[in-house]
């Protein structure tokens, strides 16, 4: 499980806010799968409402660093692009096989991982260009 820190703090209350929304989002994909097989209508409103979520955070969070003329827009742009493109892989596969554990499990561990290095690597840099 992710547990959002004051290490992931971008300095913004409401792109921190969604990253939290996020990763509440990854850890309750992770409690679905150790329990018992989730539903296909479960697991399709989770990934709906993931893949819609972070298109809608992707953009504010681009604004808020496009406004500060954050250093780190250019590189948060691309690192958003390439996310999504592997989240479009995740659905045609979704939409093919169906909720196989496997599959779910792929993309808890790829989002877990993608989001925690992202904020620490790129969003982070935020904090200091509101501050100036
Ligand atoms: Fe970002």
Same mark, same amino acid.
């Not at 992710?2 to 990253?19: I, K």
């Not at 504010?60 to 003329?69: D, V, Y």
């Given at each position: ?23 509440e ?10 329990g ?22 992707? /953009? $504010?969070? =681009? ?7 954050? @250093?780190?827009?250019?590189? *948060?742009? %691309? ?9 479009? /892989? $995740?659905? =045609? ?7 196989? @554990?496997?599959?779910?499990? *792929?993309? %808890? ?20 260009c509101?501050?100036?």
């Open positions: 499980m992710l547990t959002w820190s004051e290490q992931f703090a971008t300095g913004s209350p409401l792109v921190d806010t969604q990253h939290r929304m996020l990763i989002k990854i850890n309750h994909l992770e409690r679905l799968l150790s018992p097989p989730p539903s296909k209508a479960i697991c399709d409103e989770l990934i709906n409402f993931l893949g819609s979520y972070v298109v809608t955070h992707f /953009k $504010f969070e =681009e604004q808020c660093m496009e406004r500060a003329r954050c @250093p780190a827009h250019e590189k *948060n742009k %691309q690192a958003h692009t390439a996310f999504l493109a592997l989240f479009g /892989k $995740f659905k =045609e596969r979704y939409a093919a096989e169906g909720p196989k @554990p496997e599959l779910l499990r *792929n993309l %808890q561990t790829a989002a877990s991982d993608w989001i925690k290095s992202h904020i620490l690597s790129v969003d982070i840099q935020l904090k200091a509101l501050k100036s």
